[in-house]
């Protein structure tokens, strides 16, 4: 269906409708009639915001009228900015939706924008992304998304295979006349193609804990002071503090900023056997939280026997610990001596220094390398390739047939294509858009 053909939609483009000011925005080919029929007079010249009256109540509204194409959906476009208020702008909008346009579903506005090529695939992702931020990392890596970044890097490799794979298929009639160094040729190209891709891939689980709180569980044996540091990191009491064993039952969270970072820390269970059934509820509770940590916080008391602390690389042998996690060791009480040099000593005491122990969480959680902004749907996608780009490298260096290469290529360039949505050889499944824009709000 064209833009032509489609239906005009509204809704409400803005946040909340208690704030000051509310945008209503009206998209299709009849966008022009039927804002004209809710206002009183002309509507004002393309691109120009200017003051009508509504004949709705009234209230004056600033206008804006964007033809199509050069639109953000791509369709004509109206905007009427109207006071805020929950009831004043469904009054005005269920005016809009009576005079012929039809209410917008969730992320219909930029789906609009992506049929007909005002945004790729990526960047209408990226728009949901940028409004679900919750850390700055998540933000700067939503407005790369946004800019296009993403789609540039992927199409230039996309465009790469579909060279190699048009070469191929021109010589599959005369596989015998392919020079030597044409097959040399394909076999370099096919493993550079497959290594840029496997770059992103590295990269992507850095972008992903970037994007994401790092989540820091501090750990280890009973009267640690495990909670008393996790109140001084905090600077506020926030969990409580007993000389008693077994005092912490379950775990306890809190959000914390440590040198720009957005981190959770979570206080756990002190970790023995116990009797006590609810004690051991919570200290599987914290071997799951160990399990699901980016950073572990191990902490014993210099007043304490070495326990079950990791190893010298960093390891627990008797805890699970998830992929990439990162171990500090600390020795708490410090005032009253250090039997673990090689540990970062600390105080939990009031007006103590922390710094060294902020400071190693911060490199811990400061990712090195590459970060790959493409969201979880991407990486998939570029598995995929990567994975067809490899099956074609080995079928050249076999020199197998080139019509199993050429298909291969074929796979690689398919998945490429549908993380910018622009895929050469097959459009983009109705699944997957309607699971993209689902998860936007109305008026996107």
Not at 96 to 125: K, P, W
Not at 300 to 319: I, R, T
Request: hydrophobic residues 45%; glycine residues 12%.
């Amino acid at each position: 269906m064209t833009a032509s053909e489609e239906r005009t939609i509204a809704g409400v483009a803005t946040g909340t409708p208690d704030g000051g000011v509310a945008i209503i925005r009206i998209s299709g080919p009849q966008a022009c009639p039927i804002a004209k029929s809710v206002i009183v007079g002309e509507l004002p010249g393309a691109r120009v915001l200017a003051v009508r009256r509504l004949a709705v109540g009234g209230e004056r509204a600033l206008v804006g009228v964007m033809p199509g194409p050069r639109s953000f959906t791509g369709d004509d476009v109206v905007e009427l900015h109207v006071h805020a208020g929950a009831r004043n702008v469904a009054e005005i909008l269920e005016a809009v939706l009576e005079a012929g346009a039809v209410a917008a579903a969730a992320g219909e506005f930029t789906r609009r924008a992506f049929a007909n090529r005002r945004l790729s695939l990526d960047q209408a992702e990226g728009i949901a992304a940028l409004i679900g931020a919750q850390t700055q990392a998540a933000l700067d890596q939503a407005r790369r998304l946004v800019a296009g970044e993403l789609g540039r890097e992927v199409e230039a490799v996309r465009e790469r295979v579909e060279l190699l794979r048009v070469e191929i298929e021109a010589n599959l009639d005369f596989p015998e006349d392919v020079d030597p160094l044409d097959e040399a040729r394909f076999v370099t190209t096919a493993a550079s193609l497959g290594a840029a891709v496997g770059v992103w891939l590295a990269g992507f689980e850095r972008g992903r804990r970037a994007r994401e709180r790092a989540r820091v569980v501090i750990a280890g044996p009973p009267n640690a002071g495990k909670s008393a540091l996790f109140n001084a990191l905090l600077g506020r009491r926030r969990a409580l503090v007993s000389a008693t064993a077994g005092t912490t039952r379950d775990y306890v969270e809190a959000e914390l900023t440590i040198e720009g970072r957005e981190l959770c820390v979570v206080d756990t269970a002190g970790l023995r056997d116990s009797d006590d059934h609810i004690e051991v509820a919570g200290v599987e509770l914290g071997r799951e939280q160990i399990a699901g940590a980016d950073v572990i916080v191990w902490v014993e008391g210099a007043d304490q026997p070495v326990g079950l602390g990791p190893d010298h690389d960093g390891h627990f042998n008797h805890f699970n610990m998830s992929a990439g996690a990162s171990v500090i060791r600390v020795e708490n009480k410090q005032e009253l001596g250090r039997r673990r040099p090689d540990w970062i000593g600390v105080s939990a005491e009031p007006g103590t220094e922390l710094e060294p122990l902020r400071r190693a969480i911060a490199d811990a959680v400061t990712l090195g390398g590459e970060q790959w902004i493409g969201l979880a749907r991407h990486r998939d996608r570029a598995r995929e390739a990567a994975d067809a780009l490899a099956e074609a490298h080995t079928l050249l260096r076999a020199a197998a047939g080139l019509e199993l290469v050429a298909l291969s290529l074929a796979v690689a360039e398919r998945c490429l294509g549908e993380i910018t949505g622009r895929a050469a050889l097959g459009p983009v499944g109705e699944d997957v858009l309607h699971a993209i824009f689902s998860r936007f709000c109305i008026g996107k």
